[in-house]
């Protein structure tokens, strides 16, 4: 860069062979630069595919060995006695369903509800508190909030309790959730709000009538994602719902669930169990991944360009 | 506090509409993963049987003990007598009652899986971390005809909270002054050295795919892995294989008065294994506590003198050795010694 | 506007009063979140509390987590969360930027560019759990074989393994937010460059990476603030040592790793309350971290 700014300097000009004409041999320097600028573009390239190599690795391994476990029984059994063989999860997808709809019912209205607020007072003092508050929830370990219930749920109530796993699992959900809905509603222009309000339409009812539903995409996805990450989390439900060998619909007992599932049959020694496992990582992969998929098709079909 | 209040109401208002349900009870335990197999076995089998369901979660003793004295579960396990000092902060008495006795043996994994032999201070000192190599001379000394490699030993210990280190601890505090200084008996330690699986099938996991390792577990977690575990010489001078004989006979001891006090590691009898240890389930001696209703107490003792009597037959199959009769006698006066608003609860019989 | 003069004050009233009560509300969606943080950070302090006066300053500063004696220290797991999260994020940082120089210089739009970030998506969402699983299942035995050849104890568990396996948890995040950051990048100073002749990789390298370098920072932040508290994947494969050394094939353990163990099993006041404080400290440590992050963020986006 350096020597063509001197040649213009000296010269005036750079030269530049007319069309068709092959330019001359350049500089070895600058045939040093080009072959850098390729071999910079290759490792970068070669450093990118090694990063997302696990992607495929754990999708591979888990399809390959998990599919395989995947039967009717394995859907719809229970889990058998250490060191038998058969049995299922079944009481572990209700589980994490269940554990789920807990969370939900607490987390997406009031995150929804949060997260109107810091869209339209997101600068005053309560605003500007609200966010931090926000903001600071999403990065707690997860293993802190599933502490954070037991003490508040688990100890008050004298049980472990799936209630208690979806009060965890709510606190996790909620951040994601606020944030998204804000950064969606934030993303309207103004002109819809004004020309409601022109038209005599009432504060609430802009709001919740139009704004809101222009936003819906985007507030979807973020309960959507909510989910997707709540339904992977393992540490919070640890001291919380405990986990149970049974089916169980009450969620003021002890409750399964597939991460939990997941890593009780992975650190076992029995062969029958591990395969358990494998069979429960795919259920829970396509399950999240499933949920991804959906956020992705939400987006693109009913989001609306302004 | 408001809202834990409004959950408790509701909690309340929810289990008061299972009433109904009466039949069909359910009951929460939580603790050792020693006896788990023979747990979830003989709850399967009364599940079957009776119809009464079992949540049996095996986070490990302490997490038995834990759990039981903060009232969050029925009953707990753990394979190590609570003493006076752990149960000083709970609520109200506990009692222990015995229900199988068991093996904790050392397993190991070397090339050819050969059967070794150990003395007591060798074991100490292993875990002390005094002796780190497999080709060490003072394992050589007593395993003539196997051919050590140069290999490092991988210590693997319990990372969670477990009767199976109480007992083995307790027998390491036996047989080494060391020990019992340095680290001591309990069922969480400060171990010297080594890296911790979680529960008796962590541990198993463990030593199963790392060469030269060492660790130690129940006999059962041994047979069912097929990993070879080693001979010891017991306080009479003979080399002694775990197996339910072996184990009965070390179990074959007088119950004191206060249960507390019972030991049977380091067996003085000669032909009895050195680690071998009853498994206990713990339960408060008052049962009318927090929403317990007295019929679903009665079919938990019910159950828990099925398990003590009809259920021992599930042991043997599954290599724990039954109570002897003394301690079932024992076992007995305990279950019958607990009571709901002071009466006593259950007299006895199926 | 209407006829009636009286019905018009009573429209404009009720107008007004459900005005109020609907910004009651969200005032009140925002007073529960910010209330929900403080009622977090409350309970761990109080939940703590015997601990804290048991345990004094010594806790940050002694070596022992001895539950039979009650002596409890905090520095073996804050030395091996900062550690296993320290190498992760130098070994993320390298994949991540490759990544974010990737997707934000030269593959912005297009098939290949849509699948990179869909697969860097899926790595964000693949459940904590899996990848312990995985770590468990290929990368310890692949490191136990490194052991054996080196001749060290072939523990597979460590330091290293679970270092290794926390950087391909977070770089998904510092990825994106590097090519985010990236894309801010004003064309007119990328188009100075390359028409002063400067190649394409030149102008990354000189123009677009520190231009973007704050903003990449704060990335890092993140995702080292998301790494400290993972929990899962970590306690599968780190071997459960409560040691400090400087040996990286070595077991260790974090803080998040003991609570995950030991938690559900704590007797005895000091010995729960002592986790609890754990739990505090790790709450406390990672929300400075991703405070820090945001500020570094903020700092770059403003300055664009």
């Known amino acids: 860069m350096a020597d063509n700014l001197a040649r213009v300097r000296e010269e005036g000009v750079v030269h530049t062979p007319p069309r068709g004409v092959k330019a001359p041999a350049a500089d070895a320097a600058v045939q040093g630069r080009l072959r850098g600028d390729k071999a910079f573009l290759g490792g970068v390239l070669a450093v990118s595919l090694l990063a997302v190599l696990p992607l495929v690795l754990i999708l591979a391994f888990i399809i390959v060995r998990g599919a395989s476990s995947i039967n009717w029984q394995f859907l719809t059994e229970l889990p058998r006695p250490m060191g038998e063989a058969g049995g299922g999860i079944s009481n572990a997808i209700v589980g994490t369903i269940i554990l789920i709809a807990v969370a939900s019912v607490i987390s997406i209205p009031l995150g929804i509800l949060a997260g109107i607020f810091l869209s339209e007072s997101g600068k005053s003092g309560l605003g500007r508190l ?71 339409v009432s504060y609430p009812r802009t709001v919740l009538r139009v704004i809101l539903p222009a936003g819906a995409s985007g507030v979807i996805t973020g309960a959507l994602l909510g989910v997707a990450r709540a339904a992977g989390e393992t540490a919070p439900l640890l001291f919380t719902s405990f986990g149970s060998p049974y089916m169980e619909y009450n969620i003021l007992k002890p409750m399964a669930s597939l991460p939990q599932t997941i ?23 396509v399950l999240v991944l499933a949920l991804n998929l959906v956020t992705k098709l939400v987006t693109s079909r009913w989001k609306i360009q302004f | 506090m408001k809202v834990s209040r ?16 009466a039949q069909s009870f359910e009951f929460v335990g939580a603790g050792a993963t020693f006896p788990a197999p023979l747990y979830t076995k003989m709850f399967d089998q009364y599940a079957k049987e009776f119809g009464v369901k079992v949540n049996y979660q095996a986070i490990g003793s302490g997490g038995g003990q834990a759990q039981i004295k903060g009232r969050t579960v029925d009953f707990g396990a753990s394979d190590v007598v609570m003493t006076a000092k752990d149960l000083v902060d709970a609520p109200a008495e506990i009692v222990q009652v015995p229900m199988v006795a068991g093996a904790v043996v ?109 660790g130690y577990v129940e006999l059962i977690y041994a047979i069912q892995n097929n990993i070879p575990y080693a001979l010891l010489k017991n306080k009479s001078g003979n080399w002694i294989k775990a197996s339910l004989q072996s184990t009965s006979t070390a179990a074959n001891v007088p119950v004191p008065e206060d249960v507390t006090k019972l030991s049977t590691t380091n067996s003085d009898a000669p032909e009895g294994y050195p680690i071998a240890s009853f498994t ?16 679903k107490c009665e079919a938990l003792l019910k159950m828990i003198w099925w398990m003590t009597h009809d259920g021992q037959k599930y042991a043997e199959p599954l290599a724990y050795a039954v109570l002897p009769a003394p301690v079932v006698a024992k076992a007995e006066s305990i279950i019958k010694s607990i009571t709901f608003d002071g009466k006593p609860l259950f007299a006895g019989g199926m | 506007m209407d006829g009636d003069p009286e019905h018009g004050t009573r429209r404009m009233r009720t107008a007004q009063a459900s005005d109020s009560a609907f910004r009651i509300t969200l005032f009140f969606g925002g007073i529960v979140v910010s209330v929900l943080l403080i009622a977090i950070l409350l309970s761990l302090v109080l939940s703590s509390r015997p601990a804290l006066v048991a345990n004094g300053f010594r ?7 001895d539950p039979v004696t009650n002596s409890f220290h905090a520095l073996p797991f804050v030395f091996g969360t900062l550690v296993t999260s320290l190498i992760a994020l130098a070994i993320a940082t390298v994949l991540s930027l490759a990544l974010a120089v990737l997707m934000g210089e030269y593959f912005r739009a297009g098939m290949f560019a849509s699948v990179m970030r869909t697969a860097v998506e899926l790595l964000a969402g693949i459940p904590s759990i899996v990848y312990g699983f995985i770590g468990l299942f290929f990368l310890v035995p692949a490191i136990r074989v490194v052991q054996i050849v080196l001749g060290v104890p072939p523990f597979g568990v460590g330091i290293l393994t679970s270092s290794i396996l926390l950087a391909f948890m977070i770089l998904p995040y510092s990825a994106s937010i590097g090519r985010e950051m990236l894309m801010l990048v004003p064309s007119d100073l990328k188009e100075a460059a390359l028409s002063l002749g400067a190649t394409r990789s030149e102008t990354v390298w000189k123009v677009s990476l520190p231009y973007a370098r704050s903003g990449i920072m704060g990335g890092v932040f993140l995702s080292l603030g998301r790494a400290l508290g993972e929990t899962m994947a970590v306690t599968m494969v780190i071997g459960n040592s409560n040691i400090i050394t400087a040996n990286l094939l070595s ?37 400075v971290i991703n405070i820090l992050g945001k500020v570094v963020i903020n700092r770059m986006v403003e300055a664009v």
């Open chain 3, 59 to 65: 806790f940050l500063t002694g070596s022992e987590w």
């Open chain 1, 130 to 200: 609200t966010r931090l508050s926000v903001e600071t929830l999403m990065g707690v370990p997860s293993i802190v909030i599933g502490i954070v219930a037991y003490v508040w749920v688990v100890r008050t109530t004298g049980h472990f309790s799936a209630l208690s796993g979806g009060v965890a699992l709510s606190m996790i959900m909620l951040p994601v959730i606020t944030l998204s809905t804000e950064e969606t509603l934030l993303m309207i222009p103004e002109s819809l709000r004004e020309a409601a309000l022109a038209l005599g």
């Open chain 3, 251 to 287: 077991p260790g353990n974090t803080m998040a790793s003991l609570i995950a163990n030991e938690f559900s099993e704590a007797q005895g006041a000091v010995y729960l309350a002592s986790l609890i404080e754990i739990a505090l400290l790790l709450f406390i440590i990672s929300t």
């Open chain 1, 263 to 285: 890593f009780f049959y992975a650190t076992s020694p029995y062969p029958e169990w591990q395969s358990l496992a494998w069979g429960a990582s795919f259920v829970l992969l």
């Open chain 2, 6 to 21: 409004l959950l408790l109401a509701a909690a309340l208002i929810v289990s008061l509409g299972g009433i109904g349900f």
């Open chain 2, 280 to 295: 206990w389930l713990l339960l408060y001696k008052e049962q009318n506590y927090g929403n317990h209703q007295k019929d």
């Open chain 2, 106 to 214: 050392l397993v190991s994994n070397l090339p050819g899986n050969p059967q070794l032999r150990f003395t007591p201070d060798v074991v100490a000192d292993i875990f002390l971390g005094k002796i780190k190599n497999w080709n060490d001379q003072r394992i050589s000394s007593v395993n003539p005809d196997v051919k050590f490699p140069n290999l490092n030993i991988t210590v693997v210990h319990r990372s969670d909270g477990s009767g199976t280190t109480g007992v083995f601890s307790d027998y390491l505090s036996k047989v080494s002054d060391e020990w019992k200084t340095k680290v001591g008996m309990g069922t969480s330690l400060n171990w010297p050295v080594g890296i911790g699986g979680k529960g008796n099938p962590g541990v198993a996991g463990l030593v199963k795919q790392l060469p030269g390792a060492f």
